[in-house]
């Protein structure tokens, strides 16, 4: 039995990792997040369960890296943007342990959560619509309006605000790290990309996102388009991917897929490309523990609707405040 531990274990990201797991049934999973009311952790069993400290806060690294060496982990998923970057740095010492990341490197980590720097790699490889940092060339009167302003890093719409002319584009400060960019016209898809530790594309699944609540794609379906599946392809093999990204596609004007960001990590969406018969988890472990994965998989068009389900436990089993001084163990 392989000893997992899966962080983020609140999230719908979280959620779906431990459910593929759990299925094999050749997986001791643990579940691990910053909050002892995280769903997640409530699917493993009682002994496997773990509060973490915050992604950011000063004693997380060391906190999992303890954890993995106590626990025996072998295989550390993480499923939370703030940790990647920090827990790829780790990689030695959770090695150390006996632990493997099964995470991008810390190089792809780099390039794809810095959206300035994703669109100057992926530049003269596919269509990558114009993107300037404000302040630099952003303020320039060229733009063809509206516009997008987002910020440089960070992940979901947060801060992504249209601007619709000039006027209103100076009148945006630039003291934070904002982008501008060219405003795709067409329709959005997410592609959800798996490579193997060589960086050969074993599988490319779009979606087209057909509601959203809260950030979160609650009714979605898979979609068979090549366009899609080269576009998305010929960013991971740029960004040197390894294990799993979400890449966001838009079309432009003339219909053609461009690229908008990749969240280097197993989006909230997962399930419905796991249904599809891609198991990007489980197929995930198997790369990471060096055991043979199929050089492609395919997947079926299939769709999904999602509803909220209800977890029930003793209240004595609810797992108890980390001690940081906040009520719900937040941190």
Not at 189 to 214: E, I, Q
Request: include cysteine; charge should be negative.
């Amino acid at each position: 039995m392989t000893r997992v531990l899966v962080t983020g274990a609140g999230g719908p990201a979280g959620v779906a990792v431990v459910r593929s797991l759990l299925a094999r049934g050749d997986v001791v999973v643990h579940a691990a997040d910053m909050d002892r009311w995280a769903s997640g952790i409530y699917l493993v069993e009682a002994d496997r369960r773990r509060l973490v400290p915050p992604g950011l806060a000063e004693e997380f690294v060391d906190e999992v890296v303890a954890m993995c060496e106590r626990d025996r982990i072998e295989v550390l998923f993480a499923t939370v943007d703030v940790e990647l970057p920090r827990l790829a740095a780790a990689r030695d010492r959770l090695e150390a342990v006996g632990t493997v990341l099964a995470s991008p490197s810390a190089a792809t980590l780099d390039t794809a959560l810095d959206k300035l720097a994703l669109a100057r790699a992926c530049e003269g490889h596919l269509r990558v619509p114009r993107t300037e940092l404000l302040g630099a060339c952003g303020y320039d009167d060229d733009w063809t309006y509206p516009v997008i302003v987002k910020p440089r890093r960070g992940a979901g719409s947060r801060g992504v605000r249209l601007v619709t002319d000039h006027a209103e584009l100076l009148a945006v400060s630039a003291t934070e790290d904002l982008l501008v960019q060219e405003l795709l016209p067409g329709e959005e898809y997410s592609v959800d990309v798996l490579a193997d530790l060589d960086g050969h594309v074993v599988a490319a699944v779009p979606r087209a996102r057909l509601r959203v609540d809260s950030g979160v794609s609650v009714a979605g379906v898979t979609l068979h388009d090549d366009e899609l599946v080269d576009t998305a392809s010929a960013v991971a093999r740029v960004i040197g991917l390894t294990t799993v990204a979400n890449v966001q596609l838009k079309r432009d004007a003339d219909g053609r897929p461009a690229l908008l960001e990749v969240n280097p990590r197993f989006p909230g969406a997962m399930p419905l490309t796991v249904a599809a018969g891609v198991d990007m988890p489980s197929l995930t472990l198997d790369a990471v523990l060096g055991r043979p994965v199929p050089e492609h998989v395919d997947f079926r068009e299939v769709a999904n609707v999602r509803f909220l389900e209800d977890r029930f436990l003793e209240p004595q089993d609810v797992l108890p405040a980390r001690e940081t001084g906040d009520p719900a163990g937040r941190a």
